[in-house]
């Protein structure tokens, strides 16, 4: 498969409001379909990568306790398979920052 950049998007996801009210056991893996409704909503496009990293940094306090924000990049690439099919994907991927609320989206 060959992969040619096509758009880029940074923005940051409030997993507290998408969370609150949910059972304390899922809490977790809520959080990922969470993430993965929010970039179908962005981008329009259901073949959605989590990057390892982003799923480590959403367990990593357990399934109980998960990241009230966490900023992410969005890369929607279009994968040329060697059958000649064209097909979109998102790659989303962690951005590592301290301060979270003041951050604006970016496009580049």
Do not use: Q
Not at 66 to 74: A, E, F, G
């Amino acid at each position: 498969m060959n992969f040619n950049n096509d758009y880029n998007l940074e923005c940051t996801i409030n997993l507290h409001k998408r969370t609150f009210g949910k059972k304390f056991k899922n809490r977790a893996a809520i959080t990922i379909k969470e993430i993965k409704s929010f970039v179908y909503k962005t981008m329009k496009i259901k073949d959605i990568k989590i990057d390892t990293i982003l799923n480590k940094k959403v367990w990593k306090n357990g399934r109980k306790n998960v990241p009230h924000r966490i900023r992410v990049r969005l890369s929607k690439k279009l994968a040329v398979s060697d059958e000649g099919k064209d097909k979109w994907v998102v790659f989303v991927n962690y951005i590592n920052m301290n301060n979270l609320k003041t951050l604006l989206t970016e496009k580049f």
